[in-house]
């Protein structure tokens, strides 16, 4: 059974960095594309990021240069590396399976950016 | 990178049918036949219900069915039940990024 549990929301500091995981289970991360889709709170879906299954990466514009995506095969995990984090990354953090489609979601992570 | 469109909001009785619009450009909804539509209830994490415009996975009902003309792709939901009232997400592959519609609240009345 395909499983994605995420890890590492918080309440962070403007400015401030914080790294999410999502953890795999029933497929092989690194023979995926594997994304990342944010939900502010009671606003629609922003995908963020990809990374192929060759390792090549792409950004929404509103992340890029901020934000970095990467996976650890050893660990069959994906993370996002939020950095500079503003008020308007506020959202919870879905990691999915794919690229259009995301044929798996995990639960999701809050993250909280406020002072 | 700009939203898709799609109307907040649709309504329809059991049993009937209902149809969503997702809007784009040559760029994205119309550039290429990867469209897919996310149902979305409270608190939950979306679920895949229609890919590559038309394509159901395996396990979401005939009910639900997709197409697509020009920059326009709709999803069509028959035989109303009560267990359709969500949310609903178009989505586009516009080449190196993904972009989504702005969602739709289907209820069921």
């Known amino acids: 059974e395909v499983q994605l549990v995420e890890t590492g929301g918080d309440l962070i500091q403007p400015g401030g960095s914080v790294r999410l995981s999502c953890a795999a289970s029933?497929?092989?991360?690194?023979?995926?594309?594997m994304s990342w889709v944010r939900q502010a709170p009671g606003k629609g879906l922003e995908w963020v990021s990809v990374?192929?299954?060759?390792?090549?990466?792409y950004y929404a514009d509103s992340v890029k240069g901020r934000f970095t995506i990467s996976r650890d095969n050893s660990k069959n995990t994906l993370y996002l590396q939020m950095n500079s984090l503003r008020a308007a990354d506020t959202a919870v953090y879905y990691c999915?399976?794919?690229?259009?489609?995301?044929?798996?979601w995990g639960q999701g992570t809050l993250v909280t950016v406020s002072s | 990178q700009s939203a898709l469109t799609q109307p907040r909001s649709v309504s329809g009785s059991p049993g009937q049918s209902v149809t969503i619009s997702c809007t784009g450009t040559?760029?994205?909804?119309?550039?290429?036949?990867?469209v897919s539509w996310y149902q979305q209830h409270p608190g939950k994490a979306p679920k895949l219900m229609i890919f590559d415009v038309n394509k159901r996975p395996s396990g979401v009902p005939n009910r639900f069915s997709g197409s697509k003309s020009g920059n326009t792709a709709s999803l069509t939901i028959s035989g109303l039940q009560a267990e359709d009232e969500a949310d609903y997400y178009c989505?586009?592959?516009?080449?190196?990024?993904?972009?989504f519609g702005g969602g739709t609240k289907l209820t069921v009345l």
């Open positions: 040559s760029s994205d909804v119309g550039a290429y036949n990867f």
């Open positions: 029933g497929f092989t991360v690194s023979s995926s594309y």
């Open positions: 989505c586009a592959y516009a080449g190196r990024y993904v972009v």
């Open positions: 990374i192929y299954i060759d390792g090549k990466t």
């Open positions: 999915a399976r794919g690229w259009a489609p995301f044929d798996y």
